[in-house]
């Protein structure tokens, strides 16, 4: 039987933070489903070097033939391998600012015949070398959905229509029969398509197009990919251009309304540091709360203009949330933490973010150029989440101690959420302490409608918040773990300090 489940963290007093947490089970505040969707990556050949071959993000660290970790399509398996073990969802292809000059019919065919061109976002060369056809098999390797992000910078309509028919029609077109001739008879099925990426950066994208433009554009786009396949998925480009006039809020409000009935997501982009003054980056309390609490404005602020826009147009189904480029940079705990709020953020807006991808795929796992690849406490922080936070995300109320950045007043230095697993029986309560210093002592209780039952279970990732990771250090990233006792319906337990925390523990 489903349950329904609330939880309510109570936080007072006590020396300088120390603090009381409650959680409490109510049977009727559920915030919403979580989608899968939310735990997927992104990948796009960053790199600015002209060597040849050719180097970057994508050409080397993951597609390496010659590498004696490549599998028989030439990509590595200690990212393929990491990625099952993390169980993503999706990886949205080739994306970024690199696909606004993309054509992807230089990536088919014969790889021999395949032509180098000038990557026109990054100032390499591009050997076409991965195409649709590996980044499908990649994605197969994983078991992660394909999301083609499709060129409406200098690319066209026709070139969207004619990627689509050779990804998806099964046979008889010019296309559909192209991707058989080379090896491919059965289609590939991909569901989810992007209608351009950050169109609206006027200082960085080719070919920016106005709100205006990218409407007509976008929906004329629309009409062509769903003409040739109705069941595929789109997601409409919101703005990724937070220039301080608020064009990104008009963008945005336009988009969502031409877009309702018309596509199914809406997507942002949020980097971290992007918020941060560069002055303050090393602090450490500016540097978690005021990057937290941006991130949670470019998710609430869109849900704002789409629930207005539910109102008007109540028959038309509405826009959800596709944060389909995210990410906080950083070898340290600091930035772990940083990632796990963002996570965080997605499971506490379950009811409209039902995609996201980290940027990028391979910086899931840590590298040392010398020795490999290596799981940092990055990649065992994700793994609290795409292994254990799928269900139903609770309503998690907090209440602590709080502290003011520049922009932003009373960010408390607890960030909680609550997810049950109704498969597991199991409710999971993700709490990051952004407190440096001090560690905060909790008491978790619930009431009589769904009980604790057996032992609670602990991972812990902590650490200085400016270390920096290293190959040599690997055995010691995994989550500390332990059992405690649930007494009288009650977990107590203390955070330390700079910590991500999962305490998991059954209910019936």
């Not at 030439?74 to 969802?89: P, Q, R, S, V």
């Not at 301080?244 to 596509?263: C, M, S, Y």
């Amino acid at each position: 039987m489903k349950r329904i489940l609330t939880a309510i963290l109570l936080i007072f007093p006590l020396l300088l933070i120390a603090q009381t947490a409650k959680i409490r089970i109510d049977t009727e505040r559920i915030i919403g489903e979580i989608d899968p969707n939310i735990y997927g990556v992104f990948m796009e050949p960053i790199g600015r070097s002209t060597e040849i071959p050719v180097r970057n993000s994508l050409y080397g660290p993951l597609y390496d033939p010659d590498s004696p970790l490549a599998n028989a399509d030439g990509f590595k398996t200690d990212y393929i391998d990491a990625m099952k073990e993390l169980k993503i969802t999706n990886m949205r292809w080739p994306g970024g600012n690199y696909v606004a000059g993309y054509n992807w019919q230089d990536g088919i065919g014969p790889k021999d015949q395949r032509p180098m061109r000038k990557d026109l976002a990054w100032g390499g060369y591009d050997s076409n070398h991965v195409g649709t056809d590996e980044w499908v098999k990649l994605n197969k390797a994983i078991g992660s959905e394909n999301v083609i992000c499709i060129n409406l910078g200098l690319g066209d309509i026709n070139d969207a229509r004619y990627w689509i028919e050779y990804t998806n029609i099964k046979s008889g077109t010019y296309y559909s029969d192209l991707r058989a001739k080379y090896g491919n008879p059965e289609p590939y099925n991909v569901k989810y398509w992007c209608l351009g990426n950050e169109v609206d950066g006027m200082p960085w994208i080719m070919g920016y197009k106005d709100v205006d433009d990218y409407c007509k554009i976008g929906l004329q786009a629309a009409k062509a990919l769903k003409a040739v396949d109705p069941s595929i998925k789109l997601v409409a480009n919101g703005s990724s251009y937070y220039e301080p006039t608020g064009i990104w809020l008009d963008w945005n409000r336009k988009v969502i309304k031409e877009f309702t009935g018309v596509a199914d997501y809406l997507s942002v982009h949020r980097y971290w540091h992007d918020a941060l003054a560069k002055d303050k980056v090393d602090d450490h309390y500016y540097f978690m709360g005021e990057g937290a609490m941006d991130f949670e404005e470019k998710i609430t602020v869109p849900k704002a203009l789409v629930d207005v826009t539910k109102a008007l147009y109540p028959d038309k189904s509405p826009l959800y949330l596709s944060v389909d480029e995210w990410g906080v940079f950083g070898g340290n705990m600091r930035s772990v933490l940083a990632n796990a709020v963002c996570l965080n953020s997605f499971i506490r807006h379950a009811d409209f973010v039902k995609m996201a991808n980290f940027t990028m795929m391979t910086a899931l796992l840590s590298t040392d150029k010398e020795k490999g690849t290596y799981k940092s406490p990055l990649f065992y922080a994700f793994k609290l989440f795409t292994n254990n936070c799928i269900g139903q995300s609770l309503d998690t109320y907090v209440q602590c101690e709080t502290y003011d950045t520049g922009r932003f007043k009373d960010i408390p230095y607890l960030d909680v959420t609550s997810v049950y697993s109704e498969t597991a029986k199991t409710v999971y309560i993700n709490v990051i302490n952004r407190h440096k210093d001090k560690a905060i002592s909790t008491e978790i209780t619930n009431n009589a409608a769904a009980t604790f039952t057996g032992k609670a279970q602990i991972s812990s990732i902590e650490g200085s918040p400016d270390e920096v990771f290293s190959y040599d250090k690997q055995s010691q990233y995994a989550p500390k773990t332990k059992e405690i006792d649930v007494k009288n319906n009650k977990v107590v337990y203390s955070f330390p300090a700079n910590s991500l925390t999962q305490i998991a523990v059954k209910v019936k």
